[in-house]
């Protein structure tokens, strides 16, 4: 009796199962992995749809959209790759991760769909593209920030030559800002104090190391641990009045002091345009892979007049000149 | 149900997920339930052996051999593992947790962040795909070979002495020790051969998805206890043998059931741990219903005869 029912138990799932991934439409099937919820990677889906729909692709029209999210779970994503390589006709990449995961999903099930990506900091090094023009059927946008612009606002305040970076270690896109931010600091005579971390929970004692250490400057890169836990680091930042450079706007709106960042939204409606080329007929191999281009300076200026430190002049020309 | 169906079942993902992950419990199992330890360093152990398969694989040494040396490092950090609780008399559960801990930095620099293989490197899953040019079946020949291998070990190895003077050390560590069996070697012996289980569904994880990075090992022991739990309760544990192929059922049974979550169109995945929490808690309740109805019934149809005498 017991095997009987487990038989059953067997037998419905896997008709379910089977059931489900035979259903298909007319609709041009999108696939979109993104790794998990954050403003950045939100922003950059929504970029990449309005793009699309700017273009004339509409979802529910002549395009269908299906969006999954694994919430970071690596092995979730791998399912939710295969998934959507099975039954998309395009699908598109948000993270490295994602990304990787899919173009292996396209690989392994032996087809040539285009795979997209995009919030990818370097999709050489993560094995996604040969090069920029190389690259398959396998193209996006890169979100490699200003480091160096970014290192640079620290010479333009007085007294700053001791600054500290705090990532999570195991964040690949931020391994290569930090390395980019030593090369930065090296070449303008600052010392950099290395914080990696591997959970949020040892965010407050390196903080705490950074204050002991006498850091005046901390540079946060586009990091999803960080991300998350501003918030609750911005007292303890202003208290010490470290002035706080990020590479990402909403991270310096929620407790960093400024920063030269990457515009998730522009860079998804630009894998957006390229998406809609390919579904007009344009060779993938032809559409280079591309960076951002333009990156927006944002300040709080809550930092500035709860610490006290003046915003210099050549900062503020560069707010006034982005505002005209 | 035609084969076409049948062939797109297995193309999804549910059966070679839950065949690594059953590997991956089967390790659990051996810790958990046999040593009667909640190992945590399985979370670090899993991305390092798959970390290191990848990084072997990139630097030209053949994929058999590259997951050979990541499950015999993966077995040296299991005997640490076990040295910290026997040598140093570290509770068991915080030994692990320092292995996890500890082991996440080497994760991390081996793979700076994300370790991807290398593009035209052979796997051992495209190794034999040249051979039959399928590659869904190349996949499952070789984890349904290696698990069903492994099961047939496990088999032999507990009805084994030394496997069965194992069990006894694991279930009453007094008894073991007043029959004469020396219950630290035992407990050593079971770590290694946990973590190297645990250690060779890592490296096959990494060869068979190709990109790895440190936070891959968050929350698997979570997927591991609930695939042993899954598995008891579907099969039972009534004999070893039984045991073993319960948590095999359980393994493809929890990827079924992701599976059919996420190709519920238009599901927004947002809530996929929500009714994985559901799905989950209804087949385990599956059989107390069953037992429930039939006892009902039993009653049912004795009230007439009580009144008849």
């Known amino acids: 009796m017991k095997k009987l029912n487990l038989l059953l138990l067997l037998g419905v799932a896997t008709t379910s199962a089977m059931g489900l991934s035979s259903c298909g439409s007319d609709l041009t099937e999108i696939g979109i992995l993104q790794f998990g919820t954050f403003d950045a990677l939100e922003n950059c889906k929504d970029g990449f749809i309005s793009a699309l729909e700017d273009a004339g692709f509409v979802d529910g029209e002549n395009v269908k959209f299906t969006i999954q999210n694994p919430e970071g779970d690596s092995s979730t994503q791998d399912s939710m790759a295969i998934n959507l390589a099975t039954n998309s006709d395009m699908v598109f990449g948000i993270s490295t991760g994602s990304s990787q995961a899919l173009k292996n999903a396209v690989e392994d099930q032996g087809k040539d769909t285009p795979v997209l990506f995009s919030a990818v900091t370097d999709p050489v090094a993560a094995g996604l593209v040969t090069s920029f023009t190389e690259h398959g059927n396998v193209v996006g946008t890169s979100d490699a920030g200003p480091t160096d612009k970014n290192i640079e606002l620290f010479t333009e305040f007085e007294g700053i030559d001791k600054i500290g970076i705090i990532y999570n270690s195991a964040e690949s896109n931020s391994i290569i800002q930090k390395n980019e931010a030593v090369e930065a600091c090296e070449e303008l005579g600052l010392t950099l104090v290395d914080g990696g971390i591997s959970s949020q929970t040892e965010i407050d004692s390196t903080i705490q190391n950074f204050v002991a250490q006498g850091v005046q400057g901390l540079f946060i890169p586009t990091d999803n641990t960080i991300a998350l836990a501003i918030e609750g680091m911005k007292d303890t930042l202003e208290e010490n009045k470290i002035l706080t450079v990020c590479a990402d706007a909403l991270v310096t709106a929620e407790g960093g002091s400024l920063g030269y960042s990457v515009d998730y939204e522009n860079l998804g409606e630009t894998t957006g345009k390229m998406a809609a080329k390919i579904l007009n007929g344009v060779d993938i191999s032809t559409i280079p892979c591309s960076k951002s281009e333009s990156f927006p300076l944002s300040l709080r200026e809550d930092f500035f007049t709860n610490t006290g430190i003046a915003i210099p002049e050549s900062i503020q020309a560069i707010l006034e000149s982005q505002e005209a | ?309």
């Not at chain 2, 039959?132 to 099961?151: A, P």
């Not at chain 2, 008894?175 to 070697?185: D, E, H, L, P």
């Not at chain 2, 929490?277 to 385990?284: D, E, H, K």
């Open chain 2, 1 to 309: 149900m035609n084969w076409g169906s049948i062939l797109e079942f297995l193309g999804t993902d549910a059966p070679t997920q839950g065949l690594i992950w059953t590997i991956f419990a089967l390790g659990v199992f051996v810790s958990y339930r046999i040593l009667d330890v909640a190992d945590l360093s399985v979370e670090s152990l899993f991305p390092f052996a798959g970390i290191l398969s990848l990084l072997f694989v990139n630097n030209g040494i053949h994929p058999i051999l590259a997951i050979l040396i990541a499950v015999i490092l993966g077995g040296i950090i299991g005997f640490i593992n076990g040295c910290l609780h026997i040598y140093f008399k570290i509770n068991p559960l915080l030994a692990g947790i320092i292995i996890m801990v500890a082991l996440y930095s080497p994760n991390v620099i081996i793979s700076s962040g994300n370790i991807s293989l290398n593009t035209d490197t052979y796997t051992i899953f495209t190794g034999l795909n040249t051979v039959i040019d399928n590659y869904v079946v190349s996949k499952l020949l070789i984890l349904g070979f290696i698990t069903l291998g492994i099961m047939a070990l496990m088999y032999w190895f507990f009805g084994t002495e030394l496997g069965l003077s194992l069990r006894a050390a694991g279930k009453n560590i007094n008894m073991a020790r007043a029959q004469g069996i020396n219950t630290n070697s035992r407990y050593l012996l079971g770590m290694v051969f946990s973590a190297i289980l645990i250690s060779l569904s890592g490296a096959l994880y990494g060869q068979m998805i190709k990109h790895v990075s440190p936070d891959a090992g968050k929350g698997s022991i979570v997927i591991g206890l609930t695939i042993i739990f899954l598995g008891e309760v579907l099969l039972g544990h009534r004999s070893f043998k039984l045991s073993l192929f319960s948590v095999a059922l359980g393994g493809i049974i929890y990827w079924l059931i992701i599976d059919i979550i996420i190709q519920i169109p238009g599901f927004n995945t947002n809530y996929l741990n929500l009714l994985k929490g559901i799905l989950i808690t209804f087949v385990v309740v599956i059989p107390e219903i069953k037992k429930f109805i039939s006892k009902r019934a039993k009653n049912k149809g004795q009230k007439p005869l009580k009144e008849n005498d």
